[in-house]
C-alpha cells in the first residue's frame, strides 16, 4: 500500500506528505442516499418527458450541480439547455421525491471514520455537489460538532462543479488554504474522483454503489474501497504511512 502513496509523491513532484485535512463527498460516502437520488432524478425525468435515462445513470452523473445534470439530459433528448423555469421545476419536484424517498440513514462506518480523522488531529472538510437541504441541514444532528458552514463546499458555493476541480480547490481553501499533498479526498463517484484527481489530491474511493471499481481507478482513483467500513479499518494504517513520508 505504501507504493500508491510513494507514486503520488513522485507522480506530483512533492518531497513528501504534510497532510492537515481530508475532504469528504457527502452522498454515497456520508450518508446511504444514492439509491433515493437516482430514483428520483429518473422518476422525475420521466414526469417530464425525458426518457432517454436509467436509475443507473445517475451514479455517472453523481457530483453534478443540479442544474448541469439537467441541462445534460437537455442537450442530449432535446438538443437544448433547459430554461432556468425549467431547471427550477425539475429540480423542486425531484427535490420533492429525494425528500420523499431517501431515508436519511447515514453510511455504516462513516462516523468512525469522521471520529478518527478529527482523533488525528486532521479537519474534515464537506465536498459536495448536492443542495439538498434534507441531507444538508442534517449533518450536525448525524455527525455532531464535525463540519461547520466554513469547512463545507456545496452546490451553493460552485459555479462549475464536479468533475471540474472547482469544489476541490474550494475545499483546499476551506482547509486552511492548503495545497493538494496536504490533503486527502474520500469519494465514491467517477465525476467527483476525475475533479479531485483534477485538483492534484490523492483520492482514496469508496466503491458503494453499482459501478466498477475500474471504472472509479480510470477516473483517478489512488485506491479503491468497498465500504466505508473497510475505510475506518485501514484508515490508520493509511495515516501511519502517510506519517512515514512526511517530515
Known sequence: M?????NYLKKHHYHQFDLKAVLFDMDGVLYDSMPAHARSWQQTMEEFGLKSTKPEDFYLHEGRTGSSTINLI??????RKATKEEVKKIYDRKTE???RYNTGNTMPGAAQVLDLVKSHGLLPVLVTGSGQPSLLDKLNDNFPGIFSKDTMVTAFDVKIGKPHPEPFLMGLKKGGELSPNQALVIENAPLGTE???KAGIFVIDVNTGPLSDDILTTAGANMVLNSMTALNEKLSDILNIINTLSA
Open 2 to 6: 505504501k507504493d500508491r502513496f510513494e
Open 74 to 79: 437537455f442537450q442530449h433528448e432535446l438538443g
Open 97 to 99: 421525491l429525494f425528500t
Open 195 to 197: 475533479a479531485a484527481h
